[in-house]
Each structure stands twice: as C-alpha cells, then as structure tokens.
C-alpha cells in the first residue's frame, strides 16, 4: 500500500535535488571573476592553483567538462577549498560546524512541534477562550519577531542582567572537565537559550497553523458526528479533530522549512554558537564563496529530505494519498 | 487607490462597471474596517507609513558618523529619548529613518514578488497545457528550495558583479536586497493565483469573451485580473510582512548597507557592538518593537482580509 | 450524580449467542408508561450579527414506541435543527430557548450539557446525510462503529470490533470491508456503514436526518429498504426528516410536515396524502407526481421561505398562499384537530374543527379550494 505516493514523492525530491546542484553549478560560474578565483585562491601556491585548474577543468568548456567535474566533485563531497581558513578543505570546515546546528535545531523542532501543536489545538478548540487570547496573541508576536531579536532579548535578560546563563559559545573557555558529564553539564548550560529562542520562535508558527487547521475541522460534519456519539469532548477532540487537522499542518510545516530554518540560523550569530550560522556569516563577510556555496548545497538538500519526511508522515496519517 | 491606474485602461467600456466596482470596495473596507485586527493593523502601519514618508520632519536629517549628537553607548534620557549606539548617534533618529528604509525595501520587494508571482500565475492558470507545467515544476522548486540561503548567496554575487553606486536613486545595496527578495519569494504567490485564475477562467464570461475573439492578452488583463485582484492584495500584505522579515535577517547578518540603516541593519550593527553583552538593550529594542509591530499589523491585516475574502474560514458549525 | 438519571449499566456483551443487540435498559427515572418522545413547544434559536434567527418557533410533536415520523418541508424550514436540538448538537451560536423533550418521561432540556451527553447515541442516535463528510475520513469504517460500542457501553476493545463486525454484516456490509476507510466505499455502502454506528448502542430512538438525499435512485431504494427490514428486525422508534414525500409514504407511519420553523400539519400518512388540509402540505404533494400519479402538472410553490430573523407575524406561510385571508398577515393560526391529524391554518378554527370533522367533505373543501387557485 502506498508505494505509488512514495515512490511518487522519492523521485520529485531526487529531482529537486538534481536542480539544486545543476543551480549550485549555475551560482559557481556566476561568482565575480569566476572560474578564476577559484584557482586565485590567494592562500594557494602555484602548483596547487594549477592543481585546482585541472581538477575543475577550468581551461575546458564550460561544458560538458567543466559541468562534468564539477558534478565528480560535488559527489566526493569536495568542495574546493575555503578562501578565509588558509588552505582548509572546505568539507573540513563545514564538517566541525555540522552537529552544533544539528543539537539546536534538532531539539528546537521537536520541542516546537509538540508544544505548538498542543498549544494550537486546544486554542483552536476553545476558541474565544483564555488560552486562545493568551496563547494566540502570543503566537501572533513570536510569529511576527525574527529569531535573533528573540535571542537578543533572551540574552540581555536572562544572561547580562540575571546572570543566569552564559552569554556566548558551547562550551566555558579554557576550562577543564574533570569528568564527562560536568562537560556535558556545562554545554546543557550553554544550550538553554538559544534553544529557548529556537524553539520559542518555531512554536509561535506551529501553534498558528495548528489553530487555524482546528478551527476550520471543528466545523467539519465527522467532528459533529463524534459529539453525536456522546464521548467526552477530549476524545472528539483527539480522536476526531486532531488526526485530520494534522494533515494541512504537516504540509505547512513542510513547505515552511526552508524559510524558518534559514531564519533561525541567525539565532547562532547571537549566542556565537559555533554552527553552521556562525559560519554562515564569518563566511559571508570574508566573502568566502565556496563555503557558501557548501553551505546552500547542504541545507537545500537537508530541507528536501525533510520535506519528503513530512510527506511520508503525510503519507501515513492521510489513508486517501495511500490508494 | 490601487484601482486607478487600471482604471484609466477601463475609460471607454461602459460606466456602470467601474463604479458598481467601486461600491463593492467600499463596502468591502467598511466590513473590513469594522474588524478590530483590521483597523488596528490599517492605524500601525498608517502611523509607520508616515514616519517612513518624512523622517526628517520627526527627528532631523539622518545622524551620521560625523553629525552624531551624544555620547557613546548612553542610555535612554530627556536628551536622548531612546539612547545613543557606539559612535554616539540618536537611536531615535536611526529608528525613525529606519522605517524609511524598511518600509521602502519591503514595499519595492513586496512589488517585485507580487508581479512576478501574480503574472506567472494567471498565464499558468489560463495557458494551461505545457507552459502551466513547466510554469509549475520551476513554482514547486522555488516552494521546497531555503530560499532565504539562496539570496544569502546571490545578494554578495550580484552586488560584486554591478558594483556599488546607485540605481534609480537608490542605492545598489538596498537594490540588491530587493531584486533578491523579489526573485527568491515568488513561488507562493504563483500557486495561489493559478488556483484563483483556474476557478474564475471556468465561469461563463471568459468563455464569452473567448467566442467574441479577444486574444489571451487581452482576457487575461480584462477579465481574469479584476477577479483575482482581491486575492493578489491579500496575498501581498502577507508578502510585505515576510519581506520585512527576510531583509531584516539579511541586513542583520551583514548584508545591509551601514550608510542607508533599515531596522534589520541597526539590530545587526548592535549585535555585532555587543550590544547584548554590554547591556545597552535600548539600541535594539525599538527598531525591533518597530519590526514586530509592523510584522504584526501586516499578519493581522492579512488574516482579516484573508476570513472577509474566504468565508470557509469563519467555521459556522 | 445520583440526581442524573444515567443510563443504567450495559449488560454484558459476551454472551454466548452471537447476538448483535445488547438487551434494552432503560434510563433510572425513566417512566415504562411515558410515551417514548414527547417535545413540547420547542424553541431553538441561532443568534448572528444580523439578529436572532428563530429556527424552530413553538414546535410540538409526540413519538411512540416502535413508530416511525418523518419530519417534511422544504430546506431551511427547521427540520434539521429540531432533531439536532433533540441531543443539543448545535452550532455554537445555537441554543435552545423554550420548550421541553421528554424523553420516556425524561427533560432533557434543563440538563447540563454534560448530563445530557450520556444520552446521546446511547438513547438518541443520528443517521447524517451525506455519509461522506459525516464519516471521519482518516479512521477505518469498523472502528468509528466499534468507538461508542466501547466509549459508552464501556466494551473492550476486542469486543466492540467483534460486535461492529455483526453490525456491519447486519446492515449488509462483509465483515472484512470493515477494514475500509470511508473513502474506499461506495455511497451507499458508507450510509449503510452509518446506519450501523447508529444502530452501535441499540438506541431507544434512530433519527435519520435526510439519509438518503445524497445517494442516486437504486442505491435510495437500497437504503430505504435496509431501514424498512432494521425496522421490522429491531422495532426501531424512528424519526425520517426528508424533503422528498414519497420517502415518507414508503417508512413512516405519520408525517409532521413543518414550514419556517412552525408544524404546519401533523398526522398519520395515510390520512395526510390522501388528504392535505393545510395549503402548504397541498402545495408540496402537488410538487411531488410520485404520490398522486393522477395529477398531470407538478406545481411549483412560488416564492421562497421567509428570513427566520424577521417571519411574518401571523402565519408565517400567508405571504406564499393563494388562499390566505386578512386574519393570515395578523393572527397566528391556532392548531385544530380532526381526529389524529393537526393542523394549523385560519382556514379550519378549532372550535369549529371538532364538528367539521364531523362533516363528510372537509377535505374534499380544502381540495376543492387548492384547485380552484
């Protein structure tokens, strides 16, 4: 059942992910001076520039060969190498920078989805009601405040002024741990809040998409049916409302990745949380083009993966898309 | 206001139409005014609207490096009603002229976005056949791609490759901005508007209009735009409110242009001060109340005009 | 909660014959001798921005058990909202204002809404229109019919399927095509999927609010007669609400024909069709070839229903009849009746009613009058 849907929705996202790389390569070639500056590179000596000129083809044409090399490459996994840390492999760069992001964004959204969607559903029920002028007009202001003002806010409160939290890194500077978990002690510590500014910011899209999704079920004829039968009102509510107000809420969200995740890297840049938003902007400011070009490539790819998770989930919640 | 310029186009069919269509907005922004979060977003962002037309009315010419008026980093006084940043500027006078330049790049990018979206929408949804397809493959590509890192990228690019200098009075920078904004934000308004385009292309006067002979163009401007035109505001006040957004993330991580400061370049220039760190919470908590209120206002105008325009919505059972 | 009369305990449902009925109890305070339904000038009420939409305006009507009324009129005409004021199952904006629902002897009207919800499906049960919307659309057809067997008779969960099982197969669905989402069924495959949730609780009382409307000629037939046999089979207390007469004249026993919110005419089938007193029940019979098949031209009733915010004050069907008189446009019609059947029109005083019934040719004046406009 449901290999159609799937197998359906494998090959757009494998197609996605062919323009995305074709676009990457487009993006390369556009670059000021480009394709010399790759071979530029004012960190690289001659022989490794004339290296460079021959691993990306840059006396062939553009294409087949130079398309053809680049395609090789990106398959490895290489990705030139980084203009502002001397001589690093860009992969290299990119590798130490991956799982900080990971932790943050990671727990953000799970703590996002679960709060906001709980949150959007019971306001969206009991519309009108306290919750839903509390939690909705809250929803309505982390909606509308980008991350990092957020995380700004966050910080001067409860770090600068409290004195509660670290103001900056994952880790304290040159301490020492003597054992494992008071490291791990100490990065919670330094987790608390940028996820807070994380997850906050992505419960105020979650809970509003939900609430909305619940408002427009509750006038649906099965939810009028289930109150009909005369069971409690939390299981018309679990049992009836929820499962089909998912549906449009889990599209959302899928579609909306791409926008909040770009938007909430900005929150590393405020705590100088060593991801892949730091290195986003250390990278944007030495003008370091291959780093960024990495950088797209990696979260385009991941957004599309997650797009195609949401479909699956999708897939599994909705049995009409099965058949 | 919106109406006119297709107004002038419309002169030599009958009256009648026009005005009957005039009536109907009238109406329309009586029921819409009588909406709380409607008249509340229409007074913030009139109130924004202002400040952005004449800062200097407010607060003076814009301080600069050489003109700042205090001392570093002063909290807020009778002086300085909202502090000073690091080089001793009013962060009023930044705030004010800020509105200028915000409301500026949101409108032009909300433009850009709009027409780019809406065109290809309506010709997607009225061409149909093989350009609707294409149309919407590149739509639905646009849709999944973080478009926000792709104009992270394109924006140094494109700066590079036309240099700094001004277009059209404007500076490059805040022109890239736009342009960027612009073709990375288009895909939702496409969809939106075929959707609408393919239901209104179904009723009967299209197809009258098709037998009379008038070209694609022709019905397409004359009886496909009027219908979706309703959409297409609603859809841009929710476009403005994510392009703020957007140039306000952007401008904070280094793309803004420090000599023409948005909101989005003041927060940046404060976080990049330490501003948080140093505790001078003042240098960015007003440009930033002002992006969340003029966000705000924009979502609840759209969602206003989104349950006037989409009854569905309301749920009456 | 000992005040609530609740429902008593549900007996047992393993028992050993694979009987697909648990035995009926009766709700505590329920009175055996009291007839089964009995509502008494009920009104419901919607409130907009615009005003208060008098829904359902003084409506009374009694059921007996075991017996079948169908509820006619044309849409909009309150049909619906009396029998979803019977378990309250109103749109938020909607309340009942006046009246009483006895049901077995029971109010229902001033219980809380709490009280009242155990006596939704257990006693009371609907059949919705439109299965496909009432249907939920992401849960399998077996276990929306086993959910009350299991949440209000308090079955496990092995056992609500088994019993949703025999319910299904009793209304003519293979036991395994339980599995099915709704979407994966036939129209008339999920109305009868419907009927059997309807029938999960062995309900005192099965309302079926237009159950056939939505469904094409054949598969109606199908239906009708499924209801006709659950009838036969089970001694079913039914209440059909339809539009279409000639569903009534094959189910029901009596028909309450209702315009804008008022009962216009209520009696026994075989005396209603044969002999319409109220102009309005005239009117809808002559839109119906079906019943009379003598009549050569279908009518059509001109004008449409009055807005239920603002009705006209004296009989609320004056501004559509040919035959109304100045006392129509003032005076609210008093109810008069004629054995079984009641109507209410400022064609038959009650005072006079009683004698005229006495009179061969009372109808035949009524049938005399409708044709003569």
């Known amino acids: ?323 | 206001m919106s109406a006119d310029p297709t107004a002038i186009g419309a002169v030599r069919r009958p009256p009648g139409r026009w005005a009957l269509r005039l009536a109907g907005w009238r109406d329309f922004a009586r029921r819409f005014l009588r909406r709380p979060e409607g008249l509340i977003g229409i007074l913030i962002i009139g109130f924004f609207a202002v400040l952005a037309l004449v800062p200097s009315l407010f607060v003076g010419p814009l301080e600069l490096v050489t003109s700042s008026s205090g001392g570093r980093l002063e909290p807020p006084s009778w002086a300085h009603v909202l502090g000073t940043d690091n080089l001793g500027r009013d962060v009023l006078n930044l705030t004010v002229h800020g509105a200028r330049i915000s409301m500026l790049i949101g409108f032009l990018a909300t433009l850009v976005t709009v027409v780019i979206g809406a065109s290809l929408g309506i010709v997607s949804g009225f061409v149909g056949g093989s350009t609707d397809t294409i149309i919407m493959r590149i739509t639905d590509f646009f849709l999944v791609l973080p478009t926000f890192v792709l104009a992270l990228i394109l924006a140094p690019i494109v700066l590079e490759i036309i240099g700094n200098g001004e277009i059209l009075g404007m500076r490059t920078t805040l022109f890239v901005i736009v342009i960027v904004i612009g073709i990375t934000s288009w895909s939702t308004t496409a969809r939106i508007i075929r959707s609408q385009t393919l239901s209104v292309k179904e009723r009967a006067f299209v197809d009258r209009a098709r037998v009379i002979g008038a070209g694609h163009w022709h019905t397409m401007r004359v009886h496909i735009l009027p219908n979706v035109t309703g959409l297409i505001v609603a859809n841009a006040v929710l476009v403005f409110a994510g392009a703020i957004l957007t140039e306000t993330t952007l401008a904070f991580i280094g793309l803004g242009d420090p000599f023409a400061p948005s909101w989005g370049q003041i927060l940046g220039a404060s976080q990049d001060a330490g501003a948080p760190g140093l505790g001078a919470w003042w240098w960015y908590v007003s440009p930033g109340v002002c992006i969340v209120l003029v966000v705000l206002a924009f979502t609840l105008i759209g969602g206003a005009l989104d349950d006037l325009l989409n009854p569905k919505a309301r749920g009456h059972r | 909660m000992s005040i609530d009369p609740t429902p008593a305990e549900p007996p047992p449902l393993a028992t050993p014959e694979p009987s697909v009925r648990p035995r009926r109890t009766l709700p505590k305070l329920a009175d055996p001798d009291a007839p089964l339904l009995v509502v008494e000038d009920l009104k419901t009420y919607f409130t907009l921005e615009s005003g208060t939409v008098k829904a359902v305006d003084g409506v009374s009507f009694r059921l007996e058990q075991g017996e079948a009324l169908g509820i006619a009129g044309e849409s909009g005409c309150g049909k619906t909202t009396t029998a979803l004021s019977l378990v309250r199952i109103l749109p938020s904006n909607g309340r009942i204002v006046g009246g009483s629902i006895k049901l077995m002897g029971i109010d229902l009207v001033p219980k809380s809404d709490n009280a009242l919800r155990r006596y939704r499906w257990r006693e009371i049960s609907i059949v919705f229109q439109g299965a496909m919307n009432a249907l939920n659309p992401v849960q399998r057809v077996r276990d929306q019919v086993a959910e009350p067997i299991e949440q209000r008779l308090g079955a496990s969960s092995a056992e609500a399927r088994k019993r949703a099982g025999e319910l299904l197969e009793l209304v003519g669905i293979p036991r395994a095509r339980g599995a099915a989402y709704p979407h994966q069924l036939s129209g008339g495959m999920r109305q009868r999927a419907m009927i059997a949730m309807a029938l999960a609780c062995d309900p005192a009382l099965v309302i079926g609010d237009e159950p056939t409307t939505a469904l094409d000629v054949m598969v109606q037939a199908q239906i009708l007669k499924l209801l006709e046999d659950l009838r036969a089979k089970l001694g079913l207390s039914l209440i059909l609400i339809t539009h279409d007469l000639s569903v009534i004249a094959e189910t029901c026993d009596r028909v309450m024909v209702m315009y804008a919110g008022r009962v216009a005419e209520e009696g026994p089938v075989s005396e209603v069709f044969t002999r319409p007193r109220h102009p309005y029940t005239q009117k809808l019979l002559a839109a119906f070839p079906n019943i009379h098949a003598d009549r050569r031209t279908l009518e059509v009733i001109p004008g449409s229903p009055p807005d239920l915010r603002d009705p006209p004050p004296g009989c609320r069907f004056a501004p559509r009849c040919s035959l109304a008189m100045d006392v129509c446009t003032t005076v609210v019609p008093p109810e008069a009746t004629f054995g079984a059947v009641r109507v209410a029109c400022h064609l038959y005083p009650p005072a006079e009613a009683e004698a005229a019934a006495q009179v061969a040719g009372v109808g035949d004046l009524a049938v005399g009058a409708e044709a003569a406009s």
Not at chain 1, 132 to 140: F, P, R, V
């Open chain 1, 1 to 323: 059942m449901g290999s159609h849907y799937l197998s359906r929705r494998i090959l757009q996202a494998i197609l996605t992910i062919a323009g995305i790389v074709l676009l990457n390569f487009v993006l390369f070639r556009m670059m000021p001076g480009s394709p010399d500056r790759i071979s530029h590179n004012p960190n690289a000596s001659s022989e490794a520039r004339a290296a460079i000129r021959a691993r990306w083809g840059l006396d062939a044409p553009l294409f087949p060969d130079q398309f053809v090399a680049y395609l090789e490459a990106t398959a490895q996994g290489d990705f030139g190498q980084s203009f502002k840390f001397k001589g690093k492999d860009v992969t290299e760069v990119i590798a130490g920078r991956i799982w900080p992001t990971l932790i943050l964004f990671g727990l953000g959204e799970l703590i996002a989805i679960v709060v906001g969607l709980v949150l959007g559903a019971y306001s969206g029920w009991k519309r009108g009601g306290v919750v839903d002028y509390a939690g909705n007009g809250a929803s309505l202001i982390l909606y509308s405040m980008p991350y990092f003002l957020l995380g700004m806010i966050l910080l001067v409160i409860f770090a600068t002024a409290l004195g509660w939290f670290p103001t900056a890194g994952m880790f304290e500077l040159g301490r020492t741990y003597p054992t494992f978990l008071d490291q791990v002690a100490d990065f919670v510590h330094h987790l608390i809040l940028p996820l807070a500014a994380v997850s906050l910011g992505l419960i105020g899209q979650y809970s509003i998409v939900m609430r909305s999704s619940i408002i427009e079920t509750r006038g649906e004829d099965y939810v009028t049916t289930a109150k009909a039968k005369g069971i409690s009102e939390s299981r018309v509510l679990r049992g009836h409302a929820v499962p089909n107000a998912l549906l449009p809420t889990v599209s959302l969200i899928g579609i909306n990745l791409g926008f909040i995740i770009a938007g909430a890297i900005t929150v590393e840049v405020v705590f100088s949380w060593p991801g892949l938003g730091t290195l986003t902007q250390e990278a944007l400011e030495a003008r370091d083009y291959p780093v960024l070009q990495a950088i797209f490539l990696i979260l385009a790819i991941t957004v599309v993966l997650a797009n195609l998770l949401a479909d699956i989930v999708y897939g599994r919640l909705d049995p009409r898309v099965r058949t």
